[in-house]
């Protein structure tokens, strides 16, 4: 179980602790989306395995950069966006490895757009969800 974040003296938030929350949330998501060892290291901007694979067991008082924060914000804010347009969740979990005639897919999944390991992928599939949303 996730515990929840602290405060230290100075009104900031520890960083071990948000790492660790984020991680729990990523891997997660990464398992509902039926996402592999691969799959997961790009969507994390592809650390060393050794780091990876620490993360992926320990989990705990990871310090992680802004890079992969913000990473697992738009994989966090992806996943929260399907399950509001897709009350389904099997439908929503599934719809990242389905084929897409979005413009933005070109009959490719979501999953193959975020696969190009760039920030700006994640976030490309995360603006098309939102204007979907409306």
Known sequence: MVQP?????????????????ALQAF????ARWGLGTDD????????PRSTFFKWK????????????????????????????????AAAADEWPKKPN???????????ETMRGGRVVDLADVRRYLDAERG
């Open 5 to 21: 974040l602290t405060l230290h003296r100075a009104g900031r938030i520890d960083t071990g602790e948000l790492g660790a929350a």
């Open 27 to 30: 891997f997660s998501i990464a």
């Open 40 to 47: 997961e290291r790009i969507l994390l901007g592809n650390p």
């Open 57 to 88: 067991k320990e989990r705990a008082a990871a310090r992680l950069s802004n890079d992969v924060l913000e990473r697992i914000s738009y994989v966090m804010g992806i996943y929260k966006a399907l399950h509001i347009l897709l009350p389904d």
């Open 101 to 111: 005639a979005a413009s933005l897919f070109n009959g490719h999944s979501a999953l």
